[in-house]
Nanobody
Framework: QLRLVESGGGLVQSGGSLTLSCAAS????????IAWFRQVPGKGREVVSC????????DFFGSGKGRFAASRDNFRSMAYLHMNNLNPEDTGDYYC?????????????????WGQGTQVTVSS
């Protein structure tokens, strides 16, 4: 069974940092594109980052560029999103998503499986 479980969300003050974790099971993490999405009430899921299979590099999208970083531990089947200098606009539910074929996509429709999400709230 392909499964992703996020953790690490919470309340943080503006300017603070937070690291989200994504635990993978049922598949080889190194053979899987892992993306992070953010969703706020009333809006669709927006891609934050996507880590490619081909070279392991991560693309960042939107306001996270320059502030966020991604990493993974293939041995432990864990993926991480490191968020720095957070601001209230980063508030939302964060999801990790995976796909085992194709390439990184900004569209949430392209991803095969999802975690349940973890909530991040940044106070001003």
């Amino acid at each position: 069974q392909l499964r992703l479980v996020e953790s690490g969300g919470g309340l943080v003050q503006s300017g603070g940092s937070l690291t989200l974790s994504c635990a993978a099971s049922g598949f080889r993490l190194q053979d899987t594109i892992i993306a992070w999405f953010r969703q706020v009430p009333g809006k669709g899921r927006e891609v934050v980052s996507c880590t490619r299979i081909t070279d392991g590099r991560t693309d960042f999208f939107g306001s996270g560029k320059g502030r966020f970083a991604a990493s993974r531990d293939n041995f432990r089947s864990m993926a991480y999103l490191h968020m720095n200098n957070l601001n209230p606009e980063d508030t939302g539910d964060y999801y990790c998503a995976g796909e085992t074929y194709g390439s990184c996509s900004e569209s949430s429709d392209e991803y095969q499986f999802w975690g349940q999400g973890t909530q991040v709230t940044v106070s001003s």
